[in-house]
């Protein structure tokens, strides 16, 4: 059965700093690409960042220069470092495995986790 299970967010000030992490069960976590994906309110889920199993990573044009996605192998976690953080950064974000594209990703897994609230505002 797999758990993904985020954490970190909180409300922060406009440029300001958040580490989110994201620990997932139940999967071959070592050899699958992981992202991170974010909701606003009254918006679709989007892809924010990637990263393969290896360690290449892949940002949404977004959050290229302030975010960066990395993992953990030995604990099956994947974080995703904030800085600069923007008002329009505000959302709930969540961890999946992750189908890589050339652009974007596609998660793999329909079950999401409870995701962790982000809010920058001043």
Partial sequence: QVQLVESGGGTVQPGGSLRL???ASGMAFS???????????GKQREW????SSVGSTMYADSVKGRLT???DNAKNTV??????????DTAVYYCNAVRL???????????????????VSS
């Fill in 21 to 23: 992490s994201c620990v």
């Fill in 31 to 41: 050899i699958l690409p992981m992202g991170w994906y974010r909701q606003a309110p």
């Fill in 48 to 51: 924010v960042a990637s990263i």
């Fill in 69 to 71: 996605i990395s993992r």
């Fill in 79 to 88: 974080f995703l470092q904030m800085d600069s953080l923007k008002p329009e």
């Fill in 101 to 119: 594209k050339s652009t974007g990703s596609i998660p793999v897994y329909d079950d999401w986790g409870q995701g962790t609230q982000v809010t």
